[in-house]
C-alpha cells in the first residue's frame, strides 16, 4: 500500500502520519476521506512555520497582516508570546526606517484591531513571494491555523493577502496548494480571524473541486436593509437561511452570524437597564420561527440609510439562494426592501412581504432570477399609499424584551 509517512530533520522534524489508500473499495469515497482526515489530524508537528504569500486584495504596493494564531489538535491556543519571527517590512525600503508595522506584530494576540501599529505591512511585488516565518519555541503538534488580514480601515484592507501557502519545517501543507484568505473588513464588527484546518487543506488535494457557476461564491454574505414596513425606528426578522448550488440548506452556527447595529441592547447601557434583551443575531439562525412572541426573533435600531447582517465563512461558499422569514411580533417591524451582497458585491435586490397571520411561512430568493429594481430614500418611508413622511429618532420609543420564553 501507499501512502503520506515521512520524518524530516531540521527544526524537531514534521511527521504526517501514514493512512492506507488501498484499504477502501471503488465507490467508498467518503470512507476514505473521513480516514484520511482523522489520521492527519493525529500529527502535524514541528517548529518552523512558514507562510509565504503571493498576491493581495487589489493593492499593487504593499501587503500586510494583522495577526496568527495557532491551535494545537486539542484546540488549545498555542502560546507564540516566546516564537522568533523573521520577515520583510516598510524598513526595508530605502530611506524608510523607525517604522512599528513589523513582522513580530503578527504575533503580538491583539488581533480584533485596526490599530495598525499591531499590523505587519511589507512592500508588495507582484509575481514574488513575501514570506513570514514563525520559529516556536519547542516542537508543537498543530491542527489549526487562525489568521487575522490587514484591518487598519476599508481602504487600507485591500493590502491584506489574498493567497497564502504554508509550510512546516519545510515540508508544503496541502501539497503545495494555495490557501485563499478572506478580506478583512476594515472593522471590529466581527471577528475577522478564518479559521484553517490543516486537515482539511491538505485532503482538498484529494478531493474533487467544484466547477465554476454563475452563482455568487464568497466568504461573506451580506444582508442590506433598506427600510422596515412603516415602523421607523427598528427593523427585525425571525429567520435567515443560505442554500448552496445543489439546494440544500448550509449549517449555519450562532458565531458567523453579526449584525450593525447588533441590536436593541446598543441602545443602553447595562447600567441603564440595557443589554438584557434576547432579540439577538443569533435566532436569526436557530430554526424557531414559529413564534409570534419574538423570543426567537431579532430586532435593532433602524439608523439610515441601511441596516446589515454579515453572515462570515472561512471558505468560499457557494449561495443559490436565500430564505427570509419576516418578523412577526410587530409585522410594521418587518423587512421590506432589502439588497444581498457577497464579498462587497451587489447580488440581489427585492422585497420581502410582511408578516401576516394569513400568510405566516417565510419566502425563498433565488439568485439566478432577475430582482426587482429599489430606490430606498434615507429617513423616510414609503407606504402602498405612496405617501412619504420623515421621522426624528430621538423620538424613538423604548423596548425590551428579556428572559428565557
Known amino acids: 500500500s501507499s501512502g503520506i509517512n515521512a520524518e524530516y530533520g531540521g527544526c524537531g522534524g514534521v511527521r504526517f502520519p501514514s493512512f492506507d489508500e488501498d484499504q477502501f473499495e471503488p465507490g467508498t469515497e467518503e470512507e476514505y476521506l473521513a480516514a484520511a482526515r482523522e489520521e492527519l489530524l493525529s500529527e502535524i508537528s514541528g517548529r518552523l512555520l512558514t507562510l509565504t504569500l503571493r498576491e493581495t486584495w487589489g493593492d499593487p504596493d504593499y501587503i500586510g497582516l494583522t495577526g496568527i494564531e495557532i491551535f494545537s489538535p486539542d484546540g488549545e491556543l498555542v502560546d507564540l508570546s516566546r516564537a522568533s519571527v523573521t520577515g520583510p517590512n516598510l524598513n526595508d525600503l530605502e530611506g524608510c526606517s523607525g ?72 515540508v508544503p501543507l496541502c501539497q503545495g496548494h494555495s490557501i485563499q484568505l478572506r478580506r478583512a473588513p476594515g472593522s471590529t464588527l466581527y471577528d475577522f480571524g478564518q479559521l484553517i484546518d490543516l486537515s482539511e487543506i491538505w485532503l482538498e488535494a484529494i478531493s474533487s473541486p467544484l466547477e465554476k457557476t454563475p452563482l455568487p461564491t464568497g466568504f461573506v454574505l451580506q444582508l442590506r436593509i433598506y427600510c422596515s414596513w412603516g415602523d421607523p425606528f427598528y427593523v427585525g426578522l425571525n429567520e435567515i437561511a443560505l442554500f448552496d448550488e445543489s439546494g440544500q440548506e448550509i449549517l449555519l452556527e450562532p458565531n458567523q452570524v453579526t449584525a450593525e447595529p447588533e441590536s436593541v441592547n446598543v441602545l443602553l447601557l447595562p447600567e441603564e437597564g440595557g443589554g438584557g434583551d434576547v432579540r439577538t443575531p443569533d435566532k436569526l439562525v436557530n430554526h424557531v420561527t414559529d413564534d409570534v412572541t419574538a423570543h426567537n426573533s431579532w430586532l435593532t435600531p433602524f439608523f439610515p440609510p441601511s441596516i446589515k447582517v454579515f453572515i462570515v465563512f472561512d471558505v468560499p461558499v457557494m449561495v443559490s439562494g436565500i430564505r427570509l422569514h419576516n418578523y412577526s411580533k410587530t409585522p410594521e417591524r418587518g423587512v421590506r426592501h432589502f439588497g444581498v451582497l457577497m464579498d462587497d458585491l451587489v447580488v440581489y435586490h427585492g422585497s420581502l412581504p410582511a408578516w401576516s397571520p394569513a400568510s405566516p411561512g417565510p419566502v425563498d430568493f433565488l439568485f439566478g432570477e432577475p430582482s426587482e429594481p429599489t430606490v430606498i430614500e434615507s429617513t423616510k418611508i414609503k407606504h402602498s399609499s405612496n405617501t412619504e413622511f420623515s421621522f426624528d429618532i430621538s423620538n424613538r420609543p423604548f423596548t425590551s424584551l428579556v428572559g428565557p420564553k
Do not use: Q
Open 99 to 170: 517604522d512599528h508595522r513589523t513582522a513580530d506584530k503578527v504575533v503580538s494576540g491583539c488581533n480584533r484591531t485596526m490599530e495598525d501599529s499591531h499590523m505587519w505591512l511589507a512592500p508588495y511585488s507582484y509575481g514574488e513571494d513575501h514570506t513570514v516565518t514563525l520559529l516556536l519555541e519547542r516542537v508543537t503538534s498543530i491542527a489549526t491555523i487562525k489568521v487575522y488580514n490587514y484591518n487598519k480601515s476599508p481602504e487600507d484592507s485591500h493590502r491584506g493577502a489574498r493567497r497564502l501557502l504554508l509550510s512546516f519545517d519545510g
